[in-house]
Every structure is written in C-alpha cells, then in structure tokens.
C-alpha cells in the first residue's frame, strides 16, 4: 500500500525493524541492574531525545521504496546515512512520467528570501509555466525514444548518454534504508517550513509512517527537535 | 539461544530484517524493465559481490547482543559502521567475570610476526600466567567492590572512577546493529588469521549465523572476498 | 590551475593536508618502541595497501572544486564518505552550459553489456544526436531564463521550481572534501573500464593529481587495488 | 607544543586546513552569483549555526595526537565519524604510565544521578582510595612486564594477552583526525557538565584550540549549541 506523493510519485513501506520498545531495551543495556527507578517507556524515550542519547534511536531501522521526481531525489541523497538502490538509466529505459506542479504550487521567486518561493502564481501566469513544463517534458522524452529506439534504422544511442537529455522533473524510485535517528534528522531538515515543497510532502508522508510506527520516539521529535529548531531560527 | 563464545561471553540475535532475496530485490530496482536475462538470485549475488556492487548487500541489517572482554570490545568498536549500545559503567556495577584464557590459548610473542602468537606455552610456562591473571582479577574486583560499596564506613567512590582500577579482561555486554555489507567487511579482517584468536573466535560465531541467514552471499563471500585477501599477502 | 575536463568542466586542487610522510607517522604510532625493522615509508605503505589497513590512509585529506554535468553529480553524489557544498539553485540562477559531447564520444547502446556502450556512431548519426542535444538545451535554457526573468510582465517564476525543466547535461559545480582511502575507493569504481566515461575523465584527472600527491600510495593502490578489481571480474 | 592534560596526558595538534574564511568560501558556493547582500563572514557563519547548516563546517579539517587514559579512550572512540589510529598493544610495549586522579577529583557516587559523581571524598577517604589504585596499578605493571619479559628463562607471553591484565587507567595515546562539525558535536556532548571530569578536561584543552583556530566558528558555537542544549535539558 504506497502513499501517493506529487503526481506520479509514492512512498512505500517495504520492511523494517525495531519499534518503540526496541529503543527502550537498547537503552536500558546501559543500565543493567544499576537501575533504579524503572521508568515506563515513554518517560524514557522522551529522556533520551531531550539529552541528545542518540544511539539508542539508530537501533531502529527501515526500509522504504520511493518514487520521485530527480530534482527531489538530488536533495534528498544529500544525505549520507542511509542505505540506497536506485533505478539504473544506464541500464534501464525510464519511463515518460514528468512531475508537472498543481497550479497552486507554482510559486514566484520569494524576495525576502532568496532561497524559496513567494506568492502563487495568477492563474495566466500558472498557465503559461505548465504549457513549458508540459511540452518540453514532451519534446524531452520524444527525443530520448527516439535516441535510444532499437529500430532498424536508428541511431541506437547509448542509454547512459540520451537520458542527459531528460529534464530534471522526470520521475526515478529507489529502495531507501535508514535508522531511525538519521531520518528524524532528516525529517527534522526536510518536514521544515524552509525546505522545498516538492521534498516537504516526502518527508510529511513519512511523518505519518514514522507516527505509526514510532509514536512515543514521533511525539519527543515533535516536542524537542522541530520545536527547537524554529527557536533558534527565531533568535 | 545465545551461541557462548570464550569463558563467559556469547553472541546472540536479537532481530534481523532482510534475507538473500532482499539484496536481489534491492538490486532489481536497477535493472527495472531492462533486464534481460532474468538471472536467478544466487547468480545475481555472485555477480554483486564479485563486482564489489556492495550496496544491495546494505539492503541487510541485524542486530546482535554480544558479551565480551573489554580488550575484545575495544578491538571490535574500530568498525565504525554499525550501531551501538553498551553497558555503562559509570551508571551500572559491573560483574565479577574476567576472562582467563584456556591454557592451549596462551601463547609465547611470534618471533617472526610482531603483531601475534608464537607457540604455545608449556604447561608449567602456562601454570604460572594463569595463576597471575586470576589472583589479579580477583585483587582488582575485590578493590573495585571495596571502593564503591555503599555500606557504612565505606568510601562510597563514584562507579565512573573505581573502573578504572578493572583490567582489560573484565566482561562488558552491548547491542550491536549493522548491516550485511559492512558486517562482511568486519568478518573478513576479524575472521582473518591475523586478527587475535579472543575476537576471531566471536567473528568465526558470526560466520555461522550469517550462513544460516543469508546463504548465498555468505557463500559469496567466502569465495571472493575471504579468498582475495590471502591472495595478495601472498603478493 | 584547474584541470579542464569535458567541454566546459574542471578539476581543481583547493587544499589538501598531509602526504605520504603522514601516512607512514600516523601507521607507526601503531608501532612504538616495538618496531623492530625500521622499514623505509614506501615499503610501509605498500605493506599497508597490501593487508588493508586502511586507516592511516584516512590521515590524508584533500579538497577539490569540480564543476560537472548535473548527470555526472548523480553517479558522483552516491559516494557518501565526502564533504561537499554544491550550488544551490533554488538560491542561484544557474549558467548557460550544457555537456556537449564530442562526436568520437558517442557511442551505441552496448550489446554485451546492458550498462554501457558499445560501437561509436557514425558520423551521420553522431550528428543528429548533436542536433537533438543542442537544440533541446539551448530551447530549455531560453525557457529557464523566461521562466525566471524578472523583467516587467515575465512571469518571475521561483528558481527552485524554473529548474526542473533543465536537463541532466547542465554544469553544476561542488567543493568536494574526502580523506585518500575513500578518495581511492572512489577512484578504483570510477576510474574503471566499467564506470560511464563521463565520470571517468574526472577519475583519471584526479589519479594524475593524486600520483603528483602522494606518489607512494598511489602506486601502492595500482599495484594493489585496480589490478585486484580486473583479477576478481575475470574469475 | 602539547597541551598538558590530566598527570600524563596532552592533546598536541599535528595539522589542520581550512578556518573561517574556508567555512564561508565552501558556503559562498552555493550562492553563486545569486548572493545579493554580501554578508560579512562572521555573520554568515552565525547564520549557518543557526540553521543548521553544518556541511560548511565539514570543510574544515583538523588532526591531533592524543595521550589519554584507556577508560577516557573507550569514551572517546564511540564518536564515530573521525579517523582514529592507535597505539598497538599487540605489537608494542605500554610505558608504565596510570591516571592516579588528584585528590581533589576524588568524588563519592552521586545520590542524585545515577550516572556522575557527588560529593568529594574526604582527605582520608582519598588517600585510601589513591592507595589501593597505585598499590594496583604498580602490581599490574610489575606482572604485564614479568609476563612479556623476553630474558632468558621468563615466560615470553605475547603481548596482545599480557595488556589483559591491565587496567583501564593505563595511558595509550592515537592520532585523531576530524572535520570541524563533528569536532563540534564530539565538543558539545563532551565539554558538557554531565559529561566525566576525565574526558572534559580533554575537550576543555580542544575547546581553546577551536577558538584560537576558527574564532568565529567557536563563538557561534557557543552562542547556539551549547546554550541550546542546557536549555532543553532544563525543560
Ligand atoms: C559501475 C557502477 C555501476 C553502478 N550502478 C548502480 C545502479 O544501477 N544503481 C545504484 O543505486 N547504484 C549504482 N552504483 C553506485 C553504487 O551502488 C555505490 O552507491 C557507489 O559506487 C558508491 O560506493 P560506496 O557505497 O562503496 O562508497 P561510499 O558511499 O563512499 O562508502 C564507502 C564505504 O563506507 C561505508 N559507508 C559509507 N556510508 C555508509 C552508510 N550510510 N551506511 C553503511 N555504510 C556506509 C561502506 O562500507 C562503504 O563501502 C554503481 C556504481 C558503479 C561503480
Ligand atoms: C553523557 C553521556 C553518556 C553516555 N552514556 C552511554 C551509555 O551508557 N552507553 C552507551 O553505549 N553510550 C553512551 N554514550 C555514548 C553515546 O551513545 C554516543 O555513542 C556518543 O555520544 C557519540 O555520539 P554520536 O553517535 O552522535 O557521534 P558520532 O559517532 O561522531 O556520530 C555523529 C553523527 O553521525 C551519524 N553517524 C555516524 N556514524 C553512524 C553510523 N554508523 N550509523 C548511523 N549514523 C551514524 C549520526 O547522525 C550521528 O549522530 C554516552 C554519551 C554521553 C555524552
Ligand atoms: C533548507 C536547506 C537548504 C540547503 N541548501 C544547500 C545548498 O545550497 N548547497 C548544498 O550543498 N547543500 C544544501 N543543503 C544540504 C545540506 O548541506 C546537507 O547536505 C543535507 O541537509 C544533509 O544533512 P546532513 O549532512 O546533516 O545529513 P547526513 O548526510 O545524513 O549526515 C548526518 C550526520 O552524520 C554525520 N556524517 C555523515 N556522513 C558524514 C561524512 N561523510 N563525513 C562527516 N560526517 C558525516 C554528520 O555528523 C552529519 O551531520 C541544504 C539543506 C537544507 C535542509
Ligand atoms: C589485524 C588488524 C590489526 C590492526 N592494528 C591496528 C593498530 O595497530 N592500530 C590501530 O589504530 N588500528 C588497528 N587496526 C584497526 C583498523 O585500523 C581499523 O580501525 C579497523 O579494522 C576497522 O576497519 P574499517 O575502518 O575499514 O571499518 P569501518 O570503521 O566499519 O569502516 C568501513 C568503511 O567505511 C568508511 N568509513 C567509515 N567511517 C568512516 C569515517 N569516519 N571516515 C571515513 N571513512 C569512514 C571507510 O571506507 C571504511 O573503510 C587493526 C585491524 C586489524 C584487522
């Protein structure tokens, strides 16, 4: 059962490993029978995330199968602790399946920002953009058959080199394994007001995976880390 | 069902996630539409192992608890690719049990190889070595106990400090998660002739795990990585 | 001095720390007072390479200015023991340059191997790629540029959005920081017969930097590694 | 120029790239031509603290050679993502170096955390407890050295089993290569109060060289996380 995300994209749990309680029975090895208040799980689960004792959190671990668009996919490799497999272009044709933006979603240059987007576009204006979008996404994914065609009479290019003519909203998926800790941190950068809209719903499908899955680690992440972060932005 | 290892040590599996068919799955997404020639999985594993495609093999984790020797552990925690929990002994007290080699374990220094054993000692040689490791233990956990007891009288020193009175032979215990690539890349110099006999005999318990778990790329594994590196020492 | 690769790329040397003299001090703290032979620093780096240990080659570090097609940055970006700060579209309006190849660089779709390339085109067809290719970038950076405009009356759509319609052959640039061992793990993949020629070039530019580096080790890793690799794909 | 730290230890800097104005140059890269208000670069630097923007600090570089106790160290190489080499105890001989703590640092098991110290001991509670850990430590030695003796008639044991009988308040020493964000997060859960004084004194002695080395960095440092962490832990 894939989430739908954008388009044509999906985040889709494939397996994974540990739970809540996973992280308690990591945590109390440190204690042994120096222990001496037993504290419930979650007492001790929101222990560890306000102190920063992270390794218990990277006993967890899960494995997710994700479509989506290259330009998002670019950020999102940027970070380096997880496990990936991604679909080969090298080897394998990719399939005509751009990201094209809901109207709503097309945003002008923000100006107090230089990093994002301001006021949503007129509805003209939105018109204008997907008719580009659309038609070079065509004219883009036309070339690259025809390039790569095995047709008599062709010209046969090499997979690895017609798809550099593909633009940056065509779709790829890849397997993604990470522990718990690191995709927290992932969330906590890319579930942010500040990210990119187009990797900001990822990272919220995730949250709700993460809330199932996790939800006492899910609530301490939403008390202590997204809370703290707009703090500091705010100093 | 720990598997015991030395005097009072043992690995045993706490959970795993992903088996042979789960390297091959993660290695498909690659391939997508444009395989060919469907290759079955212990095929494709060679192949992946053979071509140093070490990312599916990443696809694997397990998560192990394991009770060993303090100079054992500090060998083991060099491989920085995994997850860790241990037992603290600034918050917990540590147990009364040391290591004492079997006598056919004690060794003579290599004359020809600085880094390891030579014969081993005769029995009155070997007599004498144990009878120094045991009445020392003994001395320093009796000091240990001593120094941190919290009857009346006591000193009542702080845990953080009297360990530092325990030598290298006491047992400590961890959680340790990581995945098959790296896993391998730990038995292959840990299972090595050259690693010391105290941490081969836990990485040759491993061996036997990961064969039962994962049985085409341990195989794998032992047929080209294992090989290879005998290989070139002999360059 | 930045070392021209491609049409429009370069490799470029910003800083670097320690030689082969680092890596033989850090190596024999390993050793102390036990060290026996006082071997000479090449034949400890070749005894080093040779058993695979790995980390006094970590005590080498050096940073490089790369500029490179955005499909190259893919395959380039999985390496992930590397520091990097690369070029921010969303912030920056990105250049006018797009990877061009040369005509002896284009290369039919292999038939032994589905990911690579196999005969060079003709010059007829060689010539229709190049057609397609220019034309389609040239077309989708005048929409890039329009998209973005913050003229009067242009829709001044957001950057981070206007770049989804650029194709994979656009430059981009990165400062990219990696310690030598994982820069030679990284050059044994990529500076393969089997890696895309594309990133090869990059590969064997920075092998003629690291040969003027550390000369030592990298012989050490030609003897060792790159034959070992070509050894293992024969068996 | 070593840094003295506890009886016998030093933390002495080997070498280092980068500083300050590297942060900002790495930073600057993704701004391009897009940048409009050109920051000065203590501001910029203050700004990517802030937000969390670590990769730039990732180009900064530092190694340094490190003589510290065993416990210390096994607190020490839990960190991770740095590049480690040590002192090898099957291969060499240890000196007849101990931490034997000054009175002063004496504490008894704290009531209130579990996991810290108390009170400090009372002269004679100190001196009992200074002589059991010289009387101990002197013991071990004069055995580690009966054990190894290579004279005419001695056991001979390897080394790699005599170091088990030594304790952990034995000095080794290692070279430790870091970049300059995990230098910082290794800074803030070190140099914090809950850490042991043993280890915060070595983070004491790194702090000052951060400061002098990369001033502006430290000071935003300590204006954002170290602030920021003694702030949750007061929630
Ligand atoms: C010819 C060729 C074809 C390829 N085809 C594909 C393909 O079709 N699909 C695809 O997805 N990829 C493909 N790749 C990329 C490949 O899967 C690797 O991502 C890439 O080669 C980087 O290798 P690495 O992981 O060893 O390097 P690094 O990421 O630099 O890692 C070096 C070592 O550090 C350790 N390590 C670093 N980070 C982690 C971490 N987060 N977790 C655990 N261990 C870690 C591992 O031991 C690893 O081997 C291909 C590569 C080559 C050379
Ligand atoms: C006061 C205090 C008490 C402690 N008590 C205990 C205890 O009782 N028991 C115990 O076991 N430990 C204890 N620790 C150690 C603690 O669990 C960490 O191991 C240590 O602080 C290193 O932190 P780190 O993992 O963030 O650092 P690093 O290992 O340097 O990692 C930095 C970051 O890099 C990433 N990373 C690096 N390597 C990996 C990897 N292999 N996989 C995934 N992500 C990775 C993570 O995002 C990580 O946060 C204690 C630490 C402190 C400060
Ligand atoms: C809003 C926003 C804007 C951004 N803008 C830019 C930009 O303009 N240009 C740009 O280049 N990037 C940009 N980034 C990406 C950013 O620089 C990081 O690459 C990305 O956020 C991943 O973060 P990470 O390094 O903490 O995560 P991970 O790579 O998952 O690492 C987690 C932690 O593990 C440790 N670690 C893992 N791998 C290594 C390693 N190889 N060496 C040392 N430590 C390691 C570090 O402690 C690290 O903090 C942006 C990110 C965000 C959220
Ligand atoms: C027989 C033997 C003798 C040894 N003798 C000594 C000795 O005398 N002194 C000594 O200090 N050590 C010694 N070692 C330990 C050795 O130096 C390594 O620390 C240990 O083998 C772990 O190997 P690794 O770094 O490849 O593993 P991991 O730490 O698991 O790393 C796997 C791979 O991931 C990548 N990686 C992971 N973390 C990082 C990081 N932070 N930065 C960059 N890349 C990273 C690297 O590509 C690395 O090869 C010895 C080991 C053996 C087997």
Redo the contacts between chains.
């Keep these: 059962t894939a989430i739908p995300v954008l388009d044509h994209g999906f985040v889709r749990v494939?397996?994974?490993?540990?739970d809540d309680a996973?992280i308690c029975?990591?945590?109390r090895?440190?204690?042994?029978?120096?222990?001496?208040s037993v504290q419930n799980d979650e007492g001790l689960i929101r222990y560890l995330m306000?102190?920063?004792h992270s390794?218990?959190f990277?006993?967890c671990?899960i494995?997710l199968?994700v479509k989506l668009?290259?330009?998002v996919?670019?950020q999102w490799?940027?970070h380096?602790?997880a496990?990936?497999?991604?679909?080969?272009a090298?080897?394998?044709?990719l399939d005509r399946e751009f990201?094209i933006?809901a109207p709503e979603h097309?945003?002008?240059?923000?100006v107090v920002n230089?990093?994002?987007?301001?006021d949503t576009?007129s509805g003209e204006?939105a018109a204008?953009?997907l008719e580009?979008?659309k038609a070079?996404?065509s004219?883009?994914y036309d070339?690259y058959a025809?390039?790569?065609s095995?047709e008599e009479g062709s010209?046969?290019?090499?997979?690895?080199?017609a798809?550099?003519?593909?633009?940056?909203?065509i779709y790829t998926?890849?397997?993604w394994?990470v522990?718990l800790h690191n995709l927290l941190h992932f969330l906590?950068?890319r579930a942010d007001a500040?990210a990119?809209y187009e990797i900001r719903v990822y990272a919220d499908a995730i949250c709700n995976v993460v809330a199932d899955w996790v939800p006492f680690a899910f609530k301490a992440f939403e008390d202590?880390r997204m809370g703290?972060?707009s703090m500091?932005?705010q100093?």
């Design positions: 494939v397996d994974y490993m540990g996973a029975q990591a945590a090895v440190s204690y042994g029978k120096g222990t001496k306000r102190h920063w390794t218990p990277e006993m671990e494995k199968h668009p290259v330009f996919a670019r490799i940027r380096r602790t496990n990936v497999n991604e679909y080969s090298r080897y394998s044709i990201y933006p097309l945003a002008a240059q923000s230089n990093q994002g987007r301001g576009l204006d204008k953009v580009i979008l070079d996404s004219r883009a070339h025809e390039l790569i095995e010209v046969g290019l090499a997979r690895e080199l798809r550099m003519n593909l633009p940056a909203n998926q890849w397997y394994k522990d906590r950068l500040h990119q202590y703290a972060v500091s932005v100093m």
